[in-house]
């Protein structure tokens, strides 16, 4: 069973840094795809940023493009989002999901991955 466990977010003064984690289970990390998402209260969700293992392809939106860093650690299954520079702009609930069949892309992330955590507040204050 894929099973993802989203950790890391808290309260953060603007400019500050979080670091999300996204643990992962029940699957072969290389064949899929990781992908961030954030959803602030009365608007729709926003892919962030997706990474492949299987040929270390990355994305950003241009929201968080030279801010926001994703990594893998394969040995871990965990998938990090390393957020600087933050802004009350920021503030969502962010979500990490898992696909076997998307490619990493920004259009990949407006469809709907197959496997999704609980999600982790983050909350950056001005």
């Not at 990090?80 to 259009?107: F, H, I, K, R």
Request: include cysteine; aromatic fraction near 12%; charged fraction near 15%.
């Amino acid at each position: 069973e894929v099973h993802l466990v989203e950790s890391g977010g808290g309260l953060v003064q603007a400019g500050g840094s979080l670091r999300l984690s996204c643990a992962a289970s029940g699957f072969t990390f290389d064949d899929y795809v990781i992908g961030w998402y954030r959803q602030a209260p009365g608007k729709e969700r926003e892919g962030v940023s997706c990474i492949s293992s299987s040929d270390d392809s990355t994305y950003y939106a241009d929201s968080v493009k030279g801010r926001f860093t994703i990594a893998t650690n394969n040995a871990k299954n965990t998938v990090y989002l390393q957020m600087n520079s933050l802004q009350p702009e920021d503030t969502a609930v962010y979500y990490c999901a898992a696909d076997p069949d998307y490619t990493c892309s920004g259009y990949a992330l407006q469809l709907k991955y197959d496997y999704w955590g609980q999600g982790t507040q983050v909350t950056v204050s001005s």
